[in-house]
């Protein structure tokens, strides 16, 4: 930069960067650095006050590099001119100089957003923490707080500057929390926890003062407890939380109610009331008993007798959250334990359910836009209101569950069989994900929202916060988006679920109902009764399945201990039941699993000690024939599942081959080998399916693994039958994938798009070598045995289709392509990588692939050639469509439209932007967008509705193998697609027209960008 920045240029007072260096600043600008205004007289003023070489040299890089680190560049920039200009010195632009870590995080906290800025512009000796990393390492300690809280009001006399104080320690307090959040990336249930210690360190010092104002208190009197509520009282306050509260007074030392009535209005005026610094927490009373008609301070004894008379649904359901936050412990202990008589009583569960589920449905009619982040579908309401059911139902009889915080309950009911492993985290993970997007949300604007901004520079600003910056993969604000709409689409799926199906049955308490239920004398009619909260379409089917289950088959019947094992997870096995789409198989498939695991005692220990087991193979059951088919003929897969429920290990491509290896070498014949790969791709593929069911592994992840998985296999074979062909061992022979295994992107019923190429040998006849080769090789891959069969090769796509030469020279491939390739030809050769074989022979045939699919940009009637094959192809495949099925592949605007899109565009301009080249669809997305063939928002539209598709084709591909992926237009089978696919079983069973709908509007938007661009 010497020559931008050197000293001559800056002094000149007509120099405008913009206009000298419009590259620099059209870069800059597009991360949000545009105020080169005020960089420049920055600049200029450092050179009056340094050596103008430091600034040059040292200050101005430096300084640039920690802006465009920011988040908002132009408000770091900005606010740290307003610090400088207030201080009147250059210490702070020292301090960057001497410690460039200082730098970076000194202008992050800045750009972060409007609160961290101005408290940063108010009190600049705030700063002063990033220098003592050790110290912010630290978790804060609650009681040292609530000590330096209540000593800071004491200083003061005055109400004003003991307000002050108080309102001025608070924003300290929230800096370094900020520090800890974003510079530190402390979990939010660790962030949320200490802003809740804030909240109750001033409340107590809050209190203090108001006892000594009012009171004439040295000491704080014993007699009242202030009670947290809602987030404060579970430990989650945000950073622009108000706190609700309920306040709780025992008449002692001479004090009454009314005397703690007027304590507890000057409280609110100590924690409400704006003063110069602003206020600390607006302040909440309406939950108590009674509410607004009431006394702000109730006593004990009124509020038992108020709960115990007339307490409502939602009062019971806001005790589940109570906490003693300040004052006097002992009081405090006491409505704690009221609270939780009353809000886990039997009685008060039914109507707290039916709350829940009203003030989900009231939710869900107010904001139904995806971008609410609380209270949006799948936002953080969903994920709160699914927790808080699922613990009133499990609390009544089950303590351990009785967790007031969301991480924490979450845990609680994994270990208490409520939900699984995978629900656990994968909830956990998104709750965490998106109460930091509500906190940046709260820190960034003056006026705070939980709606993410559509403005791109707004939604920019939110992404570089996240930690996204622009790539291949799209812009900072397309790659976050893609990562909420992950996590919102999977947490809607798993709270419809959870949400709507928790079940009395599944409770300890129910030992009679399961006694009646597993009563062989028993009419039918009078035991089905207990099951009728479960949408079995065959109640007594299903009762006689767990009858079986629980007695045997007569006249032999279990052993008492063994069906005593069955009772005892009979609750964990009709909820997972019941929260399946699918009542009927899940159970029926259970059943058929179990019979087929041998011995019932030790199936039933290892679903007593791994109760994940059971929620696996009901989600197997419930969702997937294939899966279910595949694991009643290979009962050992039970021992792999319950590593894949557990393991959050992904093995690579390197990994599988080498397992491949191992299995392999000890066995004797190619047969036996062959067999062996094809058990190995079977098991492969159960676990894959298992674990996208689970939620484990997202849509990218399942396809990638797909391809691992078949190119492992692949090199395996391709290894084993080239030593059954003579003269293979001496022939340099590549196996080149094209299409989605190219593009490692396959699906579950994928065929292997390939082309063999080989190289001659002198002496030996190549040619006809590595066509036996692969003919061996393509006749094995389709080959079905008592094993199995591995994917089916297609080489279609070779020079001249079925009717030519099976296996080519590269020389020959590049001479048919310089004299007859089509136009459409270099599509699929911008997915082609070597996957077998020979690897150095197949990328010197990449190479030259390469230069045929990004040669010059096709000519006007090439073009016409790519526009009119796209519409061929849509005439011929859609005339032969079967009209009872949605075909996501091939209908306009799906998956080939998208992928069609991407190649055109790659191959028109993949000559002269060689960052286009060898990509996948996704990714080569992202780097259009980079090169402005697509815009941010297309690129964003194709790419979500790419995953999208390519989720709700593998989620039903997994129903059976025959599905193709097609969603089934038929009423019933529409109904139970839709429920498979997430939707909210009531609105399934009601509106499935609604999921067509939904999706023929997203094909819409797509095929009018593909349309735009090819002009169909």
Not at 53 to 78: K, Y
Not at 485 to 499: D, I, K
Not at 514 to 531: K, M, N, Q, S
Not at 673 to 684: C, K, N, S, T
Request: glycine letters at 6%; one cysteine or more; hydrophobic letters at 45%.
């Amino acid at each position: 930069m010497p020559d931008l920045f050197s000293l001559a240029v800056l002094l000149d007072p007509t120099f405008d960067l913009a206009r000298s260096y419009p590259a620099r600043a059209e870069a800059w600008g597009s991360q949000g650095l545009t105020r080169f205004d005020v960089l420049v007289r920055l600049a200029r003023g450092w050179c009056a006050y340094l050596p103008p070489d430091i600034v040059i040299e040292q200050l101005v890089p430096g300084f640039v590099d920690h802006l465009l680190a920011a988040p908002d560049p132009d408000l770091a920039l900005l606010t740290f001119a307003r610090i400088q200009e207030d201080q009147g010195s250059l210490s702070l632009a020292r301090a960057s100089v001497d410690d460039p870590r200082f730098g970076h995080d000194l202008l992050f906290l800045l750009g972060l957003g409007h609160y961290s800025a101005d408290a940063l512009r108010r009190e600049p000796g705030l700063s002063d923490l990033l220098l003592e990393p050790d110290l912010l390492a630290q978790p804060m300690d609650p009681a040292a707080l609530r000590q330096d809280a209540v000593a800071t009001v004491r200083r003061f006399t005055t109400p004003q500057s003991r307000r002050n104080a108080l309102r001025s320690w608070k924003r300290g307090q929230f800096v370094r929390i900020i520090i800890r959040d974003w510079l530190l990336h402390h979990s939010q249930q660790v962030i949320t926890a200490e802003i809740s210690a804030v909240a109750d360190a001033c409340v107590e010092a809050a209190l203090h003062a108001a006892a000594r104002e009012v009171l004439g208190a040295e000491t704080l009197p014993r007699g009242l407890a202030i009670m947290a509520m809602g987030k404060w009282g579970s430990a989650e306050l945000n950073y622009n939380s108000d706190i609700d509260l309920i306040c709780v007074a025992t008449p002692a030392d001479g004090l009454g109610l009314a005397d703690w009535e007027r304590v507890v209005q000057l409280v609110g005026q100590e924690l409400s009331e704006a003063t110069a610094e602003g206020h600390i927490f607006r302040v909440d009373h309406r939950l108590r008993p009674e509410g607004e008609g009431s006394t702000l301070v109730r006593s004990l004894e009124s509020c038992v007798a108020y709960y115990a008379d007339h307490a409502q649904a939602w009062e019971a359901l806001a005790l589940t959250r109570v906490r003693a936050a300040a004052g006097d412990p002992d009081i405090g202990r006491a409505f704690e334990q009221l609270a939780q008589r009353v809000a886990f009583g039997a009685r008060m569960r039914q109507a707290g359910i039916e709350s829940l589920r009203a003030n989900r449905r009231a939710l869900e009619h107010r904001s139904a836009a995806v971008r609410n982040v609380k209270e949006g579908p799948g936002g953080i309401r969903d994920i709160e209101f699914s927790t808080q059911l699922l613990t009133l139902v499990r609390g009544v009889t089950d303590p351990s569950v009785r967790e007031r915080n969301t991480w924490t309950a979450l845990r609680a009911l994994r270990r208490a069989g409520a939900i699984s492993y995978a629900e656990e985290q994968q909830l956990g993970e998104s709750y965490d994900f998106l109460r930091r997007v509500e906190h940046l949300l709260q820190l960034q604007p003056i006026a705070p929202t939980t709606v993410l901004p559509d403005e791109p520079a707004a939604l920019r600003r939110l992404a570089r916060a996240m930690g996204y910056r622009a790539g291949r993969a799209g812009t900072a604000g397309q790659r976050f988006l893609s990562t909420y709409s992950s996590h919102t689409e999977r947490t809607r799926e798993q709270c419809n679920r959870l949400f709507y199906n928790p079940i009395p049955l599944s409770s300890p308490d129910a030992g009679s109902r399961i006694a009646d239920l597993l009563d062989p004398a028993l009419a039918d009619a009078e035991a089905t009764v207990h099951l009728a909260e479960i949408d079995f379409a065959d109640p007594v089917a299903a009762r006689r399945r767990l009858l079986f289950l629980a007695h045997g088959e007569p006249p032999m019947r279990l052993p008492e201990s063994v069906q005593a094992k069955f009772v005892e997870f009979l609750p964990t096995l009709l909820t997972c039941v019941q929260r399946m789409p699918d009542p009927d198989a899940a159970l029926r498939w259970f059943e058929r699993m179990v019979s087929r695991a041998g011995g019932r005692e030790l199936a039933y220990q290892l679903f007593l000690d791994h109760p994940t087991v059971i929620e696996v193979m009901c989600r197997v059951g419930g969702y997937s024939h294939y899966l279910s088919q595949t694991l009643v003929e290979h009962p050992e897969y039970l021992d792999s599942m319950v590593l894949a429920s557990y393991s959050q290990f992904e093995p690579s491509l390197d990994d599988l081959r080498q397992e491949l290896e191992a299995r392999l070498a000890p066995l004797r014949t190619t047969e036996q080998r062959l067999d062996d790969l094809r058990r190995f791709r079977r098991r492969e593929m159960f676990r894959l399916g298992v674990r996208d069911l689970l939620g484990m592994m997202d849509v990218s992840a399942v396809v990638s693994g797909l391809a691992d998985v078949a190119e492992a296999c692949l090199r395996a074979l391709v290894a084993e039958l080239a030593a059954t062909v003579p003269g293979a061992a001496e022939l340099p022979f590549a196996v080149i994938g094209v299409g989605k295994l190219g593009g490692r992107a396959l699906h579950y019923s994928s065929d292997l798009d390939v082309l063999f190429v080989y190289e001659d040998v002198p002496g030996l006849d190549s040619g006809a070598v590595a066509q036996r080769l692969a003919q061996r090789i393509t006749r094995a891959s389709e080959e079905l045995t008592r094993a199995g069969r591995l994917a089916p090769l297609d080489a279609r796509l070779r020079p001249y289709g079925t009717s030519g030469a099976l296996t080519r020279t590269i020389a020959s491939y590049s001479a048919y392509w310089a004299a007859s390739g089509e136009p459409w030809e270099r599509l699929p050769l911008t997915r082609c990588r070597p996957v077998a074989g020979d690897l150095d022979l197949g990328r010197r045939f990449v190479a030259a692939a390469e230069e045929f699919a990004y040669g010059p940009p096709p000519t006007a009637a090439e073009f016409d050639s790519l526009r009119d094959m796209k519409r061929r192809i849509e005439t011929e495949r859609l005339d032969t469509l079967d009209q009872t099925q949605l075909d996501f592949k091939l209908e306009p605007g799906g998956i080939l439209d998208i992928e069609y899109l991407t190649q055109v565009l790659q191959i028109e301009a993949g000559d002269q932007l060689p960052e286009l080249r060898g990509l996948n669809t996704p990714s080569a997305l992202g780097a259009l967008v980079e090169v402005s063939l697509l815009t941010p928002s297309e690129g964003e539209l194709l790419l979500r509705n790419y995953w999208l598709l390519r989720r709700t084709e593998l989620r039903l591909q997994l129903v059976s193998e025959d599905t193709g992926g097609a969603l089934p237009l038929e009423p019933a089978a529409l109904t139970a697609a839709a429920k498979r696919l997430g939707w909210n079983p009531r609105e399934a069973d009601r509106h499935p027209q609604q999921l067509v709908a939904d999706l023929r509007l997203r094909l819409a938007a797509v095929r009018e960008v593909v349309a735009r661009h090819l002009r169909l």
